[in-house]
């Protein structure tokens, strides 16, 4: 079993940041990739990025590319999602998720999911 939890979360105005964290409770989380999903009331899970194992193997969606950036500390076995200059449209729950079997774009390829945070982000 892997267990995700994110913390972080809350109510922004439109150009601050907020980093989000993702404690995930297995003992070989550096061989993981881990992944940050969002999804907004009414709207599919989508795709935010994917952090393989380093720092410098990462993906991006290009809504948030160039604004978001993900790390992770192994020694935590937390993963973490740098969120700047942040806009109403990033309004979300924000999920992390650990594991995909394929394309990491795609919400159902991941094995393991947190329960996510809320992210507000006002005008």
């Known amino acids: 079993q892997v267990q995700l939890v994110e913390s972080g979360g809350g109510l922004v105005q439109a150009g601050g940041s907020l980093r989000l964290s993702c404690a995930a409770s297995?003992?070989?989380?550096?061989?993981?990739?881990m992944g940050w999903f969002r999804q907004a009331p009414g709207k599919e899970r989508e795709f935010v990025g994917v952090i393989y194992w380093s720092a410098g193997n990462t993906y991006y969606a290009d809504s948030v590319k160039g604004r978001f950036t993900i790390s992770r500390d192994n020694a935590k076995n937390t993963v973490y999602l740098q969120m700047n200059s942040l806009k109403p449209e990033d309004t979300a729950v924000y999920y992390c998720?650990?594991?995909?079997?394929?394309?990491?774009?795609?919400?159902?390829?991941?094995?393991?999911w947190g329960q996510g945070t809320q992210v507000t982000v006002s005008s």
């Open positions: 998720a650990a594991d995909p079997k394929s394309g990491p774009t795609i919400a159902t390829m991941w094995t393991y």
């Open positions: 297995v003992r070989t989380f550096s061989t993981y990739p």
